[in-house]
């Protein structure tokens, strides 16, 4: 699921870059890789790379994006918590933690590190 939406992702931007700058595939592939050959295979699923590679991709398109195109409208990736047997979602948190504060015990407590008061008094 995650290299798909990835995939997709990925293709997206490489589409609408060319839109904008009139390059083909193999020619941005060779851009933005080093091989004309790799994007289209990765497209297809033929190959991979690595987060670091593909977030490296992701930067050099961010700094070189041509100014009057749009970036694309890309899907999120969504990484759902752990189900239950009975198919329900697990909470990611409760209030047996003991570490875990409620949003106001949290502030307060940024507050009383700050040397501001928690409370109006």
Known sequence: ???????????????????????????????????????????????SMSFGKYDAILDKFRKQW???????FLRAIVIKGPVKKSGISLPRSTKSEPNQLSNHDAAAAGKRRSGVRADPA
């Open 1 to 47: 699921m995650l290299s798909t939406i990835c995939r997709e992702n990925l293709k997206a931007i490489v589409q609408a870059y060319g839109k904008a700058t009139g390059r083909d595939m193999p020619k941005i592939s060779k851009e933005f890789y080093g091989n004309s050959e790799f994007m289209s295979a990765f497209f297809s699923g033929e190959t």
């Open 66 to 72: 041509p100014e009057e195109a749009k970036w694309p």
